[in-house]
């Protein structure tokens, strides 16, 4: 049988998603927990691979198993071995046709950001941070360049495996509240690396440093060397894939309403 989680995570203390040697990573000790609830080896597949720091609020994952439990079990059993920072929000028994990445249709990241003269203290790691004051018209009016289906190179990692580098960012969203900005991203697809540097890019605008017209310069020159710096890692997080709703996948879990 084929089981779907839904999992959340803070990723300060790994290396992200991947499995590596060290073990440090969300995979292998998602992968132990589920080993010793199992007593069998088991291996997971995830919808998107995050980066070290980055969290998620509902990363979706598939595993095989032949072992039978009720979604509440899979739940309970799993996140009694697991870190207080990882977490199984859901469980569910899914056709062996569901594949968490190949069923998706989009996915969908929030940069939470805060705009202070002084760094984050308790929301430090939690949150990106400015010390200059963002000019939330001119950040808007630089991302309508970059909807739509687009060669992205300009934003991509260089130790990127993505087979192509043409996505299709279907909205980003930006709001301020108090003294945050969150920002909302929805592609089909995300490059390693890109939000992160369109981030980077739109605060370059945000901070009066470069006009809007900046991003559609930076979007067509297809090379990384055009774009800002890549941003901190820290307030990045991935609120999950969509899913079409016969597979009865959940949008959200209650952590999405945590975030500012």
Same mark, same amino acid.
């Given at each position: 049988?084929?089981?779907?989680?839904?999992?959340?995570? @803070?990723? %300060?203390?790994?290396?992200?998603?991947?499995? %590596? #040697?060290?073990?440090?990573?969300?995979?292998?000790?998602?992968?132990? /927990?589920?080993?010793?609830?199992?007593?069998? *080896?088991?291996?997971?597949?995830? =919808?998107?691979?995050?980066? /070290?720091?980055?969290? #998620?609020?509902?990363?979706?994952?598939?595993?095989?198993?032949?072992? =039978?439990?009720?979604?509440?079990?899979?739940? *309970?059993?799993?996140?009694?071995?697991?870190?207080?920072?990882?977490?199984?929000?859901?469980?569910?028994?899914?056709?062996?046709?569901?594949?968490?990445?190949?069923?998706?249709?989009?996915?969908?990241? #929030?940069?939470?950001?805060?705009?202070?003269?002084?760094?984050?203290?308790?929301?430090?790691?939690?949150?990106?941070?400015?010390?200059?004051?963002?000019?939330?018209?001119?950040?808007?009016?630089? =991302?309508?360049?970059?909807?739509?289906?687009?060669?992205? @190179?300009?934003?991509?990692?260089?130790?990127?495996?993505? %087979?192509?580098?043409?996505? *299709?960012?279907?909205?980003?969203?930006?709001? %301020?509240?108090?003294?945050?900005?969150?920002?909302?991203?929805? /592609?089909?697809?995300?490059?390693?690396?890109?939000?992160?540097?369109?981030?980077?890019?739109?605060?370059?605008?945000?901070?009066?440093?470069?006009? #809007?017209?900046?991003?559609?310069?930076?979007?067509?020159?297809?090379?990384?060397?055009? /774009?800002?710096?890549?941003?901190?890692?820290?307030?990045?997080?991935?609120?999950?894939?969509?899913?079409?709703?016969?597979?009865?996948?959940?949008?959200?879990?209650? =952590?999405?309403?945590?975030?500012?």
């Amino acid at each position: 049988m084929r089981i779907a989680l839904g999992v959340s995570y @803070s990723g %300060q203390a790994y290396q992200g998603w991947q499995s %590596q #040697a060290s073990g440090r990573t969300v995979q292998d000790r998602l992968e132990a /927990a589920l080993g010793q609830f199992t007593g069998q *080896r088991v291996s997971t597949l995830c =919808a998107g691979r995050t980066d /070290a720091g980055v969290h #998620a609020l509902m990363q979706v994952v598939h595993f095989d198993t032949d072992i =039978a439990r009720d979604a509440h079990a899979w739940v *309970r059993g799993t996140n009694a071995n697991l870190p207080k920072d990882i977490a199984v929000e859901w469980a569910l028994e899914v056709p062996q046709s569901f594949h968490c990445r190949a069923s998706a249709t989009s996915r969908r990241y #929030a940069y939470v950001l805060r705009q202070s003269e002084v760094r984050p203290t308790v929301e430090a790691g939690r949150v990106g941070w400015t010390f200059y004051p963002l000019d939330g018209d001119a950040m808007t009016q630089a =991302a309508q360049h970059l909807l739509g289906e687009h060669d992205f @190179s300009s934003f991509r990692a260089s130790q990127c495996q993505a %087979q192509t580098p043409i996505k *299709r960012l279907h909205e980003i969203s930006i709001a %301020q509240r108090g003294a945050y900005w969150r920002f909302e991203f929805e /592609a089909n697809a995300f490059l390693h690396h890109m939000i992160r540097n369109i981030m980077g890019c739109l605060l370059q605008i945000g901070q009066g440093r470069r006009p #809007a017209s900046w991003m559609q310069e930076v979007l067509m020159a297809r090379d990384r060397d055009a /774009a800002a710096p890549t941003f901190s890692p820290s307030g990045l997080y991935f609120l999950g894939p969509r899913y079409p709703a016969h597979w009865g996948i959940p949008e959200r879990t209650p =952590a999405y309403d945590w975030l500012p």
